[in-house]
């Protein structure tokens, strides 16, 4: 297990699976599970969609710092699956501080993959476009080296089941066996 605090950091594209990766896997360990996306949401009484459209992107990365911040900050914070937004790693201290709260896990997809499991999602602000392939191929060559900068390891889940991916993530943050 990684870090003191037992953490696990979900970090990926959006679709990559970290939501349901994350919640079976908190469940099967007897951890907790949070997710960054669904804080923000909560705290701030309003769909990711609406943020984006009221405030912009600036403001919910923002969020997600001051989020990813008092997390870092938190030694409370134990035994916890963290989800996070796939954009989460656009920040250079996100990156550092996601270290900091555990063991950070990057579930890695082609776009093609990718493109399958979101296509049609209008709960993507970001990709709110004709060419929503495209976007996610653009948007993968940007944060590729930043999502890899900031994980302690790499899961490829192509052709991986959830429970393939979960037990894979188990492994790699030093998790024998699973319930």
Do not use: W
Request: charged share 30%; aromatic share 6%.
């Amino acid at each position: 297990m990684s870090g003191s605090r037992n953490n696990i950091c979900l970090i990926g594209y959006m679709g990559s699976g970290k939501s349901t990766v994350g919640k079976e896997l908190a469940e099967r360990l007897g951890m907790t599970f949070r997710d960054t996306d669904e804080i923000i949401v909560e705290s701030q009484g309003r769909s990711i969609p609406e943020i984006f459209r009221e405030e912009g992107e600036l403001y919910f990365r923002e969020l997600e710092h001051g989020l990813v911040q008092s997390f870092a900050e938190d030694e409370r914070l134990r035994d916890t699956v963290l989800s996070t937004g796939g954009g989460i790693i656009i920040n250079e201290d996100n990156r550092r501080l996601l270290k900091k709260i555990g063991c950070v896990v990057y579930l890695r997809a082609s776009a093609q993959s990718l493109y399958e499991r979101v296509k049609g999602d209008e709960g993507r602000p970001l990709l709110n476009t004709e060419d929503v392939y495209g976007r996610i191929k653009d948007m993968l060559k940007q944060r590729s080296p930043m999502y890899e900068e900031a994980a302690v390891h790499i899961i490829d889940t192509d052709g991986l089941s959830v429970d393939e991916t979960v037990k894979a993530v188990a492994a790699a943050a030093g998790y024998d066996a699973l319930k």
